[in-house]
Structures are given as structure tokens and as C-alpha cells.
């Protein structure tokens, strides 16, 4: 895979805006926007792998939204399509309302895209077998954020756990 990873988010409220901040390592003040403050509940820190990506830009149909990632000086995408079609492209980062999910991840795999999408996939079983199957036919590499699980506490737990 090539470095950096450009990446193109989708979605802009608390977990979209979260992803924008750790990528570009930007400063970690709330956007104005949010109406409830999930910053105050988590770290949101800079990823590791940020030398390895670059925020290609973001859209959201929230007119706030996009003003506050022009207000950063981010691309802003006019709509989900022209992330598709967008060739420099390389992943597409979901953060978007979940019954979105999986229409969302599906079209970004046809076009090509690796897809790192938010927690739930899909809101039934139906559906998720549906997103599943579509990852198995691409070529691409798709990850569910599951975030919790790499966090070292977690780890530790379930270490302490199996070992009894």
C-alpha cells in the first residue's frame, strides 16, 4: 500500500470530527457544531500512523459542518460521489449515521476504495451479511472501527482474563 494512505471522511459530527483532528494532527478544540461534548469523555490524540496519511478532505450535508472543515483548511468534497470518483483517493473513512453504514461502505469498495467504517455495520443481520459479502468480493481491505479492543486497558483485561 502506498504512503501516505489519502483518505477522504465521510461524515463530520462527533466521531467524523474526532477522525479529521487525529489525522491532520490538528489542535483538539470541540467544533462549535456539537451540540454535546464528546471530547471531554476521550483523548482524542494524534495517530501514530499520522506520517502515513493525509486527510484528502471531507463531506458532510451539514452546512456547519463544512464550514467549520473550510475553516480548518480542508478539502471540502461537494458531494459522496465525488470521494468515489475522486482517483487520488485511497480509503474512505465512514463516520456518518449508522443506517448509512453499509450502503455507504459497499459503494466506496465498488469504487475501488479501502473502507474504515464506524461501529455498527449494518442494522440487522440481513444487511450485515450483505456488507460482509461485499468486502469478500473486493480486493480491497476494509476495517470496522472497533476501537476498544486495541486500547491497551482492554488488552490487559482480556490478557488477565485467559490467563485465569
Same mark, same amino acid.
Given at each position: 500500500?502506498? /504512503? ?6 465521510? +461524515? *463530520?459530527?462527533?466521531?467524523? $470530527? ?17 451540540? !454535546?461534548?464528546?471530547?471531554?469523555? *476521550?483523548?482524542?490524540?494524534? $495517530? ?6 493525509? &486527510?484528502?478532505? @471531507? ?7 463544512? #464550514?467549520?472543515?473550510?475553516? =480548518? +483548511? ?5 458531494? !459522496? ?6 482517483? /487520488? ?10 443506517? &448509512?453504514?453499509?450502503?455507504?461502505? @459497499? #459503494? ?8 474504515? *467504517?464506524? =461501529?455498527?455495520?449494518?442494522? $440487522? ?7 460482509? #459479502? ?7 481491505? *476494509? ?10 486497558? !482492554?488488552?490487559?483485561? =482480556?490478557? &488477565?482474563?485467559?490467563? +485465569?
Amino acid at each position: 500500500m502506498k /504512503t501516505p494512505l489519502r483518505i477522504a471522511l465521510l +461524515g *463530520c459530527g462527533g466521531m467524523g $470530527s474526532g477522525h479529521a483532528l487525529a489525522i491532520s494532527g490538528e489542535d483538539q478544540k470541540k467544533p462549535e457544531f456539537l451540540t !454535546y461534548d464528546v471530547y471531554s469523555e *476521550c483523548q482524542i490524540e494524534i $495517530s501514530p500512523l499520522a506520517d502515513k496519511l493525509e &486527510l484528502a478532505g @471531507i463531506y458532510d450535508i451539514d452546512e456547519a459542518r463544512m #464550514r467549520w472543515v473550510a475553516e =480548518k +483548511g480542508w478539502h471540502c468534497y461537494g458531494s !459522496y460521489e465525488e470521494i468515489l470518483n475522486d482517483e /487520488t483517493v485511497d480509503a474512505v473513512l465512514i463516520a456518518t449515521p449508522n443506517h &448509512l453504514h453499509k450502503e455507504q461502505a @459497499i #459503494r466506496a469498495l465498488r469504487a475501488g476504495k479501502h473502507v474504515l *467504517c464506524e =461501529k455498527p455495520i449494518a442494522g $440487522s443481520l440481513e444487511e450485515g451479511e450483505a456488507f460482509v #459479502r461485499a468486502v469478500k468480493a473486493s480486493k480491497q481491505k *476494509c476495517l470496522v472501527a472497533h476501537i476498544l479492543r486495541h486500547n491497551d486497558s !482492554y488488552r490487559k483485561i =482480556k490478557s &488477565l482474563i485467559d490467563d +485465569g
